[in-house]
């Protein structure tokens, strides 16, 4: 079955840096675009950034410049690195991915920009 595992979040101060990781199973992850949400406390979920099978990318106007998702599909694995934080970066961040006409979701990840 699909499965998402997000690691990486934590406890960050304001302009620092954060590295969130996403390992996938269960599917042939090299062909799908992979996603990553967020969702901070009493707001609706959000898309940050995706990637397509092919590494195209696209970013939410808040956080373009700031942030980077890449991907290795030798270890399955989506990654989302953000810079300079800030406060209104804090938020559970989760991975995405389509297949099969499904939408899978991580667990989620906690990110905290705070000092």
């Known amino acids: 079955q699909v499965q998402l595992v997000e690691s990486g979040g934590g406890l960050v101060q304001p302009g620092g840096s954060v590295r969130l990781s996403c390992v996938a199973s269960g599917f042939i992850f090299s062909r799908y675009a992979m996603n990553w949400y967020r969702q901070a406390p009493g707001k609706e979920r959000e898309l940050v950034a995706t990637i397509t099978a092919g590494g195209r990318t696209k970013y939410a106007d808040s956080v373009k410049g700031r942030c980077t998702i890449s991907r290795d599909n030798a270890k399955n694995t989506v990654y989302l690195q953000m810079n300079s934080l800030i406060p209104e970066d804090t938020a559970v961040y989760y991975c995405?991915?389509?297949?099969?006409?499904?939408?899978?979701w991580g667990q989620g990840t906690q990110v905290t920009v705070s000092s």
């Open positions: 995405n991915a389509g297949v099969g006409g499904y939408y899978y």
